[in-house]
T-cell receptor, first 115, second 111 residues
């Protein structure tokens, strides 16, 4: 089946540093990947849609310069949280669509803690 | 706009009890419907899906039927196990390939 991985699974960083999170589709090519944010005991909030070879499309209210997304290949998208602050602490989850884009497969998530 | 509404939890059940989680949606057109499950500390896993009216999705003893007339996609399982304890998310995918999620329902199954 379709597998999506994320790395790292956990990251703790100091305020002001940048953190990069990778999302990979392991056994299929994903022209589109999605980045979500989830706060404790809440639903997923779509942050942006990542398209291979083009600029990401951000949802309203998501800072483009804060959350940099790069989708350099059909199997890899990265999310960089720049100048992280404690309020950026959250669970970040990516997903990738299959060939007909009917189903999204989710990564295991990355828990970010900014001190 | 498009939205998904599901019953609030937590839902606490005893093992072998019957589980129902209600889900209704609003959307233009005919979206595909999904149930995802999230176990503690993990990402989401696709549980089942239905792509057109009257379709029934099923997996691991869970079932949901796409009801266009009531715009619903309720999740059911006849006999839950402790291992079914998780958060369940209803979602739909309409235009633009974006998923819209409900708020999630936490289910706790006690032995």
């Amino acid at each position: 089946g379709a597998v999506v991985s994320q790395h790292p699974s956990w990251v703790i960083c100091k305020s002001g540093t940048s953190v990069k999170i990778e999302c990979r589709s392991l056994d299929f090519q994903a022209t589109t990947m999605f980045w979500y944010r989830q706060f404790p005991k809440q639903s997923l909030m779509l942050m942006a849609t990542s398209n291979e070879g083009s600029k990401a499309t951000y949802e309203q209210g998501v800072e483009k310069d804060k959350f940099l997304i790069n989708h350099a290949s059909l199997t890899l998208s990265t999310l960089t949280v720049t100048s992280a602050h404690p309020e950026d602490s959250s669970f970040y989850i990516c997903s990738a669509g299959d060939s007909n884009q009917e189903t999204q497969y989710f990564g295991p998530g990355t828990r970010l803690l900014v001190l | 706009g498009d939205s998904v509404t599901q019953m609030e939890g937590p839902v606490t059940l005893s093992e072998e009890a019957f589980l129902t989680i209600n889900c209704t949606y609003t959307a233009t057109g005919y979206p595909s419907l999904f149930w995802y499950v999230q176990y503690p500390g993990e990402g989401l896993q696709l549980l089942l899906k239905a792509t057109k009216a009257d379709d029934k999705g099923s997996n691991k003893g869970f079932e949901a039927t796409y009801r266009k007339e009531t715009t619903s996609f309720h999740l059911e399982k006849g006999s839950v196990q402790v291992s079914d304890s998780a958060v369940y998310f209803c979602a739909h995918k309409a235009a633009g390939n974006k998923l819209t999620f409900g708020g999630g329902t936490r289910v706790l199954v006690k032995p």
